[in-house]
T-cell receptor
């Protein structure tokens, strides 16, 4: 069984500031890890993913995440926030890409202050 | 290339009514799934399918039925709607197995209210 914990249901940062969204997971097998973004009234879009290989993963829109096995974490970062980054962000885990579904965290609403 | 198409976008039902949420994809994906999204709960898997004729239950299957007669379509049926089924429903698809199978493509959602 796997689970995902996203720390902070709401995160507020100033435009131009560092964005850090936290995600911790538990998995009984080597995990595949994902970050998805959801803009208002839309479905989810894949930001980035970790499957195997390099632990620092770069995604779209300047986001990146680092897989840290020892900390069971997969935090999402962006050096400089933009107003267009305001959205809901979901961390998800699957057991090695298995199709019996991704397990999603509860989401973090990112607010960008002008 | 339309991707994943869900209909309707909005629906209001009375308790006890039945309805079908439609989902179609034109990417020839073997894997399709249904999620529900509730405030503060993230997305929870209802049912999924790894190919035509094959379906299985996810985390929250009670009150929902699915079938997969074609690769393209994966309808979700509410047999007797209850207020607890008020939610936003998302359909998603992906390749099954191999490179790329870990990326889900999502539809734009169906907002369902049960009164």
């Amino acid at each position: 069984a796997q689970s995902v914990t996203q720390l902070g249901s709401h995160v507020s940062v100033s435009e131009g500031a560092l964005v850090l969204l936290r995600c911790n997971y538990s998995s009984s097998v080597p995990p595949y890890l994902f970050w998805y973004v959801q803009y208002p009234n839309q479905g989810l879009q894949l930001l980035l993913k970790y499957t195997t290989g390099a632990t620092l993963v770069k995604g779209i829109n300047g986001f990146e995440a680092e897989f840290k096995k020892s900390e069971t974490s997969f935090h999402l970062t962006k050096p400089s926030a933009h107003m267009s980054d305001a959205a809901e962000y979901f961390c998800a885990v699957s057991p090695g890409g298995g199709a019996d579904g991704l397990t999603f965290g509860k989401g973090t609403h990112l607010i960008i202050q002008p | 290339n339309a991707g994943v198409t869900q209909t309707p976008k909005f629906q209001v039902l009375k308790t006890g009514q039945s309805m079908t949420l439609q989902c179609a994809q034109d990417m020839n994906h073997e894997y399709m799934s249904w999620y529900r999204q509730d405030p503060g709960m993230g997305l929870r898997l209802i049912h999924y399918s790894v190919g035509a004729g094959i379906t299985d239950q996810g985390e929250v299957p009670n009150g929902y039925n699915v079938s997969r007669s074609t690769t393209e379509d994966f309808p979700l049926r509410l047999l007797s709607a209850a207020p607890s089924q008020t939610s936003v429903y998302f359909c998603a698809s992906s390749y099954w197995g191999g490179q790329g199978s870990e990326k889900l493509f999502f539809g734009s959602g169906t907002q369902l209210s049960v009164l």
